[in-house]
């Protein structure tokens, strides 16, 4: 069993040798055992300034805010205002994609579990007022294309969460970020939390970095590339590492604040921790979704990681052993340092891989034919082609996301991958990332599954 003095020993002796490693300018890490907590900085907040990085610092923690506005919407299951199984547009009567007839049959759970089948990755500007959510469901989410049944299968959808967030809105009579605030912040005692920049200002605040030319590590332009049209689904949510930290204890907890407040009902918290749906082209450490959560072993371990231009978080909670997780960083290999840090205290606890070697290739491979083509959607271009040993990816990135690039101030050129066979379908990139080819059975694949997203065929 890992005790709160075994995590101060090995995050004295390795979280600012690892930083260094894994060229991360600053980070932030909190654990939670029990009762007991561990709290540890390196770094800077900003190359630019040399403020160093306090247990207390800010961090933008992206996609982690999913799990946030799923419990939000938990809560409205408690309070009987929804069902899981309701269909959205029984409370939203406004939301539809683009395929009015198939959209209906969303319900709540399917964009819990990301299963809606609607296209995904929605970060187009709307407003930079209270309206800003409303106005992405009711003006953006329309124009989605559906290209697979709801239900089908997991293709993570920030979409979706948006959708959840303007739920969250109606049924409470507030605004997302004022629901979040008054629903889950007052009752687990957080109050380093910022919600945009405005609130930022107010704290020890980092910026993200990313590498440019000669001076490596460098930090943006600006504080936020993401627009504001999203927060449910964590475009500028920030908190401190102590912060999120209490959110994971009281998931760990089974719904309860430290003050005995029963903020979410021990029901909810165990069914958002349930396996659900299985996560794709996973298959060193299969894990699956639940409300909200990513889940490992069967709910022994559940985590969501957050990541953007210049910024990567991770939370993970071990529920049987009351242990949470967390850390904030704000530039390099966050992957990596979440790989080498984080990942061997939780596996420890939970006696549990989260990650493992990459399988080695397969001894006979497949025809490529069935997989070379274009596959896109509205921020991306995936063009694969057959190379001598396996495939080739050449994504490039479009749409919003080509946008946030260059508001980064950032180059935006198109990024090249080998891919391997190692299963039927199944694909290993040089850095360790799974691909999968979907439907392949009698004609060429019609979705690339990568980064957690089924990319459609543009063309044969």
Known sequence: MLSIDDVRERLGADLDRLAREHGVPGAAVAVAVGDETAEAATGVVNRRTGVPVTP???FQIQSVTKVWTATLVLQLVDDGLIALGDRVRDHLPEFRTADPAASARVTVEHLLTHTGGFEGDLWTATTAGDDALQR??????????????????????????????RLVEVKRGLTWAEALRRRLAEPLGITELAFDANDALGFNTAIGHVPQGDRGMWPLPVWATMPESNPAA???????????????????????????????????????????????????APKAVGLGWEV?????????GGGALGFGAMLHVVPEHRTAVVLL????????????????????????????????????????????????????????????????????STGAAAEMIERAGLPSAPSTF??????????????????RFLDTADSPARFLHLGGRSVPRAEA
């Open 329 to 396: 960083a704000n530039g390099g290999d966050v992957n990596a340092l979440i790989r080498d840090l984080v990942e061997p205290l939780v596996e420890q606890v939970a006696n549990l891989r989260l990650s493992g070697p990459a399988l080695e290739p397969a001894e006979t491979r497949t025809d490529p034919g069935a997989y070379v083509g274009l596959y896109a959607n509205a921020t991306q271009r995936i063009q694969v082609s057959a190379d001598g040993d396996g495939l080739t990816a050449v994504i490039e």
């Open 56 to 58: 207390e610092a800010v």
């Open 418 to 435: 080998h891919l391997r066979e190692v299963e039927p379908g199944t694909f290993v990139t040089e850095s360790g990332r799974y691909a």
């Open 136 to 165: 992405l469901v009711e003006d953006e989410v329309p124009r989605l294309p559906q290209p697979e049944e709801p239900g089908a299968r997991y293709s993570y959808c920030s979409a979706g969460m948006a959708v959840l967030g």
């Open 234 to 284: 964590g475009n500028r949510l920030a908190m401190s590492a102590r912060a999120l930290l209490a959110f994971g204890r009281m998931h760990a907890a089974d719904g309860r604040a430290p003050s005995g407040e029963q903020v979410l009902s021990e029901a909810s918290a165990r069914a958002m921790r349930a396996s659900r749906i299985p996560v794709l082209a996973t298959p060193v």
């Open 296 to 304: 490992y072993g069967d709910g022994a371990v559940v985590g969501h």
